[in-house]
């Protein structure tokens, strides 16, 4: 038997897996198949046959869509789910909608539902079938994918690094605030577009993350050359650091890296781009290599920078057959500026000499400050040794030009030493080693001149460098010594004092006197314990002369330019006269008048100091440092002694004469005791005794004296000179 079509379409509705309900003309329910009632939770047999359709879905009485269509208000429709709801456009009459049902189950659901018009042959509406999907998951899932994408654009809208994402179509995605305020390019002009470039370049050019997107290795190294590299973290990811002088907010150093996006798929479907302000590390980094090559005192290169600029200089000169000159340049009586007027002062002056130098030489040529006052100078292809000449000359007269520093003219001079290359050494270390030798045999020899490396320099240079750690040893080990020189009253012949001159002992090379090994003392501040050791030593010697003879003779001490400018006299003083009650002689403390002359005034505060001490003051090498009369006059001395410069002149001219006659009445007129050092012969004797000389020592009255010695001559000479004797004869027939 053939079912009735009404039995066929109950069995469609009833078995049909989509939630399915019907209503007739009047807006009873005819059909609510099993899956409405899952998806309602509403059982059949509570709505069919009645009008409560609306119960399934309402807590009050509305109606639902479906009666909606059986009424033909379809104006009521758009009033009741405004905005959830459209004309289906798979079916005429037909409408679409979605809603949220909160009290079905599971928290409620989200439902599409479908409602239809029936009609009859005639076409007129006879009920309406209204279909129901749960879209919950999906409503859920695109809620997800919202709040996903929400989330997504936070994140990188919210974080610190600035970035900016492309599509697969190269168009920007994302721009984040940091971003923006990278470069002021507000993103609202730059999300949608291609125009990515223009944050960083004048013309239009992919950035990093478009050759990403492409696979464009290639194109990468050839635009990045060595500033780019592959990512050692990120598949396909690239880095990048490049200079950008056109931002909007300034010129910058960027660090980049940019990375490809992949769909689920393994396509890639984009890229994004983090960037990273490294301006200030690039500065920091440019800071740390210019200290690095560059001294902070004068900003010339440091020896670090010249040592590179001279192997480079060596291959170039090697490859086109050149010649190059180091020059290796040393302050002449810095040390005395250094002490005398002060550190400040003194680098003021290593400030003006560098750029003496760098004014004097060629661009092409490298001036460096290797140490102290030290500089070198790498003539980079000199036309030929003729043209090396007339640099050092030309750098001598610069040197040898007045400098004012701090409202006094100092004249320093330099001394110059030359190695060639390839004549005088292959590598940067020979040449400098070889410049240097000659720098010291041209002090040496030629103060204020220059000399060409020649093989017997280095065998100086290397005593020199023995002598230098050696003397750090010499005072512990009791290998210094104290010698005496007599020193003598010209009209009575008597012993007056004695000057303190100190002798190495050295182990090997036998007796040194002081012009070997006090230069080296000065240069590595060994001269101030030696200074100390010698006062300490001398006082405690001297005073057995006294015990022992019971003369009261006048000790002299030579002070150092360090122990001068560093006030370290008063400390010395202080600590003797703890050791010994008071000061335990007559001591006389000896000073250059180079060393005066350097700062008139702190010198002048400080002799008037030590005269408080109860010291006698000596100017020594009178004549050697052109003293103002003016401040002559004012200086505290007791003493000057005349250099032995003048005094071997005397007898063999006329001008020697003068001048020390000159001396001599200058002294008395300012109620100076005069010494003459260095008499030698009958005839200087002479002159200085017609001309009133008051005191005199020199080989001719008596050499320097061991201490064992020289009290042996003071025994002998207080015998032979009573207190009330008669006047001696001239100390050349006194000698002990």
């Known amino acids: 038997m053939q079912p009735d079509n009404r039995d066929l379409l109950a069995q469609i509705v009833r078995n049909n897996p989509i939630a399915t309900f019907v209503l007739d003309a009047d807006h009873r329910v005819t059909h609510w198949n099993r899956a409405c009632e899952a998806a309602t939770g509403t059982?059949?047999?509570?709505?069919?046959?009645?009008?409560?359709?609306?119960?399934?879905?309402?807590?009050?009485?509305?109606?639902?869509?479906?009666?909606?269509?059986?009424?033909?208000?379809?104006?009521?429709?758009?009033?009741?789910?405004?905005?959830?709801?459209?004309?289906?456009?798979?079916?005429?009459?037909?409408?679409?909608?979605?809603?949220?049902?909160?009290?079905?189950?599971?928290?409620?659901?989200?439902?599409?539902?479908?409602?239809?018009?029936?009609?009859?042959?005639?076409?007129?509406?006879?009920?309406?079938?209204?279909?129901?999907?749960?879209?919950?998951a999906e409503r859920n899932a695109q809620a997800a994918w919202r709040e996903a994408r929400h989330l997504l654009h936070t994140i990188i809208d919210g974080s610190p690094v600035p970035m900016f994402v492309l599509d697969a179509d190269h168009r920007i995605t994302h721009w984040n605030r940091a971003c923006e305020s990278l470069n002021l390019m507000p993103a609202p002009s730059m999300v949608g577009s291609r125009d990515q470039w223009r944050a960083f370049y004048d013309t239009e050019r992919p950035v990093l993350a478009d050759l990403v997107l492409d696979d464009a290795f290639d194109e990468i190294r050839s635009r990045y050359g060595s500033s780019c590299r592959p990512s050692a973290l990120i598949e396909n990811a690239w880095e990048a650091t490049a200079f950008f002088p056109n931002f909007r907010s300034g010129a910058k150093w960027l660090y980049f890296t940019a990375a490809p996006l992949r769909g689920l798929d393994g396509r890639i479907v984009g890229a994004v781009e983090t960037l990273q302000d490294i301006t200030a590390q690039k500065a920091y980094e440019a800071q740390l290599e210019h200290r690095a090559n560059y001294d902070p005192l004068t900003g010339l290169a440091n020896r670090h920078l010249l040592d590179t600029r001279l192997k480079q200089a060596i291959v170039r000169a090697q490859r086109d057959g050149r010649l190059l000159a180091l020059l290796f340049l040393d302050l002449d009586n810095f040390k005395e500026i250094n002490d005398t007027l002060g550190h400040d002062a003194g680098d003021e002056v290593i400030r003006s000499v560098g750029r003496r130098i760098a004014e004097t030489v060629r661009d092409v040529d490298t001036v460096a400050r290797i140490a102290g006052d030290e500089y070198v100078v790498l003539l980079d292809g000199p036309a030929s040794v003729e043209h090396v000449n007339t640099i050092v000359h030309r750098l001598l007269d610069r040197m040898n030009a007045a400098l004012s520093v701090r409202g006094s003219e100092l004249y320093l001079g330099c001394s110059i030493g030359i190695a060639l290359f390839p004549r005088d050494g292959g590598s940067a270390e020979v040449l400098l080693q070889n410049a240097d030798a000659a720098m010291y045999r041209a002090k040496q020899i030629d103060k204020g001149g220059f000399r060409y490396y020649t093989e017997d320099m280095n065998r100086s240079a290397r005593q020199w460098m023995e002598l230098k750690q050696q003397l750090h040893h010499a005072l512990s080990a009791g290998q210094l010594e104290l010698y005496y020189q007599p020193q003598f009253n010209l009209r009575s012949g008597r012993m007056t004092g004695a000057e303190a001159l100190i002798r190495w002992n050295h182990p090997e090379r036998g007796l040194l006197l002081p012009d070997v090994f006090i230069p080296i003392a000065e240069e590595t501040g060994l001269i101030v314990p030696i200074g100390t050791w010698v006062v300490r030593t001398a006082v405690a010697e001297a005073r057995q002369w006294r015990s022992r003879t019971g003369l009261e003779l006048r000790l002299a001490v030579n002070i150092s330019s360090r122990q001068f400018r560093y006030r370290e006299l008063l400390e010395l003083l202080e600590r003797v006269v703890d050791d010994n009650g008071a000061l335990p002689l007559a001591l006389e403390l000896e000073i250059t008048e180079s060393l005066v002359m350097a700062d008139p005034t702190g010198a002048g505060e400080l002799l008037n100091e030590l005269k408080t001490r109860g010291v006698s003051l000596a100017m020594d090498d009178f004549g050697t440092g052109y003293s103002s009369l003016a401040y002559l006059r004012t200086f505290p001395f007791d003493m000057i002694k005349i250099d032995q410069s003048f005094i071997a002149d005397l007898g063999k001219s006329d001008e020697a004469g003068a001048i020390v006659r000159a001396m001599l009445q200058l002294g008395r007129a300012i109620g100076l005791r005069i010494m003459a050092e260095g008499v030698e012969t009958a005839a200087q004797l002479a002159f200085l005794e017609a001309e009133g000389c008051d005191e005199v020592q020199g080989f001719l009255c008596c050499p320097p004296l061991p201490a064992a010695e020289f009290l042996e001559a003071v025994q002998a000479h207080a015998l032979a000179h009573p207190a009330d004797g008669e006047v001696s004869t001239p100390c050349g027939q006194a000698q002990p």
């Not at 059982?43 to 509305?62: D, E, S």
């Not at 679409?96 to 409602?115: M, N, R, S, V």
């Open 43 to 136: 059982p059949a047999g509570q709505v069919l046959g009645t009008t409560r359709a609306w119960a399934a879905f309402y807590a009050k009485k509305r109606p639902v869509m479906a009666d909606l269509i059986v009424d033909g208000r379809l104006g009521a429709v758009t009033d009741l789910y405004s905005g959830r709801c459209w004309p289906s456009q798979l079916l005429d009459g037909a409408w679409e909608a979605e809603d949220f049902f909160p009290h079905f189950p599971d928290g409620g659901k989200w439902l599409a539902f479908t409602a239809t018009p029936l009609t009859d042959a005639d076409g007129r509406i006879v009920g309406a079938i209204e279909t129901l999907r749960d879209v919950t």
